[in-house]
């Protein structure tokens, strides 16, 4: 049976995948407690399957009968592996299942697979709300792992109710936070609590400080535009269940998300003020008196160090009105400044 299930999910046979997932799931009991005594082979095989199968959910769900079973009497490993596949919705006991699970996340060496599969089940138990309370701090931090999260996911296909976002805002830590929307924006899924994501990023993302979060956030939306781009005929190849209308609502979602966050910038950057006036008065401050033709003159640094701050940031969230601003503004005022005539040297100072 396991050479079966194997063949299965290297042949990417879906169809097949799907209607043997009963079996499968009756297996997982013996797979973990082999797994438990050294032979982990099987469970491996079962958990290549299920990945293999690019379902939100591959264990049976009447796998609940038996899953605290499971859960209780498996490594911390195999607890952390299983559990991205397992129904927590439909658990009797999940509160203490949640408990075990990450009690056994502060057990397991860091890999990349351990990150995304613990990252998976936050983002699911996390969408019950009546979990939240089980989920401390040190849980939370994981995402600041930013593991990179398959095209089907159910974590993230859950993991961006309107609850979800406002219990990571509260958690007022900035760096959890980002993570937490790099993690959960992708060209794969919808975000549910959208228009709550659009107000945290107006009021957690502004500020002088935040420029750097704020380039990661447009880096990330420009990477999932980029692939939305390629077309609807692209991404389906990478996951069957993708849905044309899904497609058209993260097309307008992900572009709004990088207009507000665009819109964030250049209020910082001006005060709220019109970009074009805020450096016109920067550029009219650069006196323009006439000097000795033996000293060689730099035009004053703030200009230079506003645009200084600009290259800081990744040159893709310029926004075409500042552009215009800086161009013509600085090319009308160095037009109309004295010639300086070429200095024979330069002075020391």
């Known amino acids: 049976m396991t050479q079966k299930v194997k063949t299965m999910a290297e042949a990417k046979n879906l169809e097949e995948l799907y209607l043997k997932r009963k079996a ?41 009968q038996f899953a605290s ?40 060496p860091y890999t990349e697979e351990v990150a995304q599969d ?21 849980i939370w931090s994981w995402l600041t792992e930013q593991p990179s999260l398959p095209p089907v996911c159910a ?14 805002q509260k ?9 937490y929307l790099l993690v959960t ?27 750097h979060h704020r380039a990661d956030l447009i880096q990330r939306l420009d990477h999932i ?24 609502s993260m097309k307008y979602q992900y572009q709004r998300l990088r207009e507000e966050l665009l819109e964030t910038h250049i209020k910082t950057i001006t005060g709220g003020s019109n970009p074009s006036v805020v450096l016109l008065c920067i550029l009219t401050q650069v006196e323009t ?21 600009l290259s800081l940031m990744d040159n893709t969230i310029l926004h075409p009105k500042l552009h215009f601003a800086i161009t013509h503004t600085a090319h009308y005022t160095l037009s109309h400044a004295p010639i300086i005539p070429q200095p024979s040297y330069v002075s020391s100072r």
Not at 293 to 306: E, Q
């Open 289 to 309: 008196h006439r000097v000795s033709c033996h000293v060689y003159v730099c035009f004053s640094s703030p200009i230079v160090l506003w645009l200084e701050y």
């Open 24 to 64: 499968i799931s009756t297996l997982l009991p013996y797979a973990t407690w082999q797994e438990l005594i050294g032979q982990p082979e099987m469970l491996g095989v079962l958990l290549y399957a299920a990945r293999a199968s690019k379902m939100l959910r591959f264990v049976w769900h009447q796998a609940k």
């Open 185 to 211: 924006w992708s060209e794969w899924d919808t975000l549910d609590g959208f228009h709550e994501i659009c107000v945290l990023v107006d009021e957690n993302f502004g500020g002088v400080g935040m420029g």
């Open 171 to 179: 958690l007022e830590d900035i760096e959890i936070l980002k993570s």
């Open 155 to 168: 974590g993230r296909y859950f993991g961006t109710q309107q609850h979800v976002v406002e219990a990571v």
């Open 118 to 138: 613990v990252v998976d089940t936050l983002l699911q138990i996390v969408s019950m709300s009546n979990l939240l309370p089980h989920i401390t701090i040190d």
């Open 225 to 248: 535009l980029d692939q939305l781009d390629q077309g609807f005929e692209y991404l389906i190849q990478y996951n069957p269940y993708f849905r044309e209308e899904s497609f058209q």
């Open 69 to 108: 079973v499971i859960l209780s009497n498996a490594t911390p490993q195999a607890i952390i592996l299983i559990s991205p596949h397992i129904p927590w919705d439909l658990l009797p006991d999940r509160g203490d299942l949640v408990q075990q699970w990450a009690a056994a996340t502060s057990r397991v």
